[in-house]
């Protein structure tokens, strides 16, 4: 019988037009014109670059009608963002049987990774990298689910019934966690080795904050649950959010600022 590592690397790889999209941005010898000719091969991809490109998010005077206009207005952090997130979106879309509400799980990587962007200066991070680890940090919990439905929902109930988190729950019954899957299978898919590295860290900081990139990212999926739980209240006297936020030096107002910008920005990677 397969282990669930062993099942999760043979999780799909990202579509054949992704791949050369991404493999195009992180060649930083490969002209805009060259990646901008990928993107335009993609309706949905190249339509999602049209949005964002004419939101009011970048300010421009004119209606950007061209990939090539809009690949030079968005840079290449911004483009690799827009294609990560269709990334992610089809692999939510597309993968059957999970036993948990996938678009719930988008929603929330997709807040994460808008507040992680808000919160980034605060510990001179990239904020476009910190948008993308966002986005990215929970798809070991799709990859799971997908390789074994019938323990994952274990874990749900584990989960339900003692009030733990999944990463507790993963680990009691499944002896790995998303975080350190997740970080198995990106690395699969040639994401930078920073990037899967900080979300594979990311569930250890939550009790032992020691790694500003991951510690970052722990909090803005905290403060991410709560505020899609409505729960915002609550959020300031959880015992994460104090080590985090204090580790990080950042404040309760900050984390409700960043939330009140992130809830705007998110709507720009939503997939059109």
């Not at 493999?23 to 805009?32: A, F, G, R």
């Not at 962007?117 to 680890?133: G, M, P, V």
Request: hydrophobic share 40%; with cysteine; charged share 20%.
């Amino acid at each position: 019988m397969q282990s669930v590592v062993e099942k999760s690397m043979q999780f799909p790889p990202l579509k054949q037009s992704i791949q050369q999209a991404l493999s195009l941005i992180e060649d930083l010898e490969t002209p805009i014109k060259a990646i901008s000719n990928a993107i335009a091969q993609d309706g949905v991809l190249a339509s999602t670059v049209l949005k964002l490109a004419n939101s009011p998010f970048y300010g421009v005077s004119k209606q950007v009608v061209s990939i090539s206009e809009a690949s030079v207005l968005l840079g290449r952090f911004s483009l690799k963002n827009v294609i990560l997130s269709l990334a992610i979106n089809d692999k939510i879309v597309n993968t059957e049987n999970i036993p948990f509400d996938c678009q719930a799980l988008w929603e929330h990587s997709l807040l994460t990774g808008c507040i992680a962007r808000e919160l980034a200066s605060s510990i001179d991070l990239n904020k476009e990298s910190a948008l993308t680890i966002g986005i990215l940090h929970k798809i070991g919990k799709l990859i799971l689910g997908w390789a074994d439905p019938e323990r994952y929902q274990q874990v749900i109930t584990f989960q339900n019934e003692f009030e733990e988190p999944d990463y507790v729950a993963e680990k009691k019954l499944l002896l790995h966690d998303h975080a350190e899957i997740g970080h198995k299978v990106l690395l699969r898919w040639q994401v930078p080795e920073e990037i899967a590295n900080t979300i594979g860290k990311y569930t250890e900081q939550l009790d032992n904050a020691n790694d500003k990139p991951a510690a970052l990212l722990a909090l803005s999926s905290l403060v991410a649950e709560f505020q899609l739980k409505q729960e915002m209240d609550s959020l300031f006297t959880h015992s994460s959010f104090k080590t985090l936020s204090a580790y990080l030096g950042i404040s309760q107002e900050q984390s409700t600022q960043a939330v009140e910008r992130a809830i705007e920005a998110r709507e720009l990677y939503r997939i059109s």
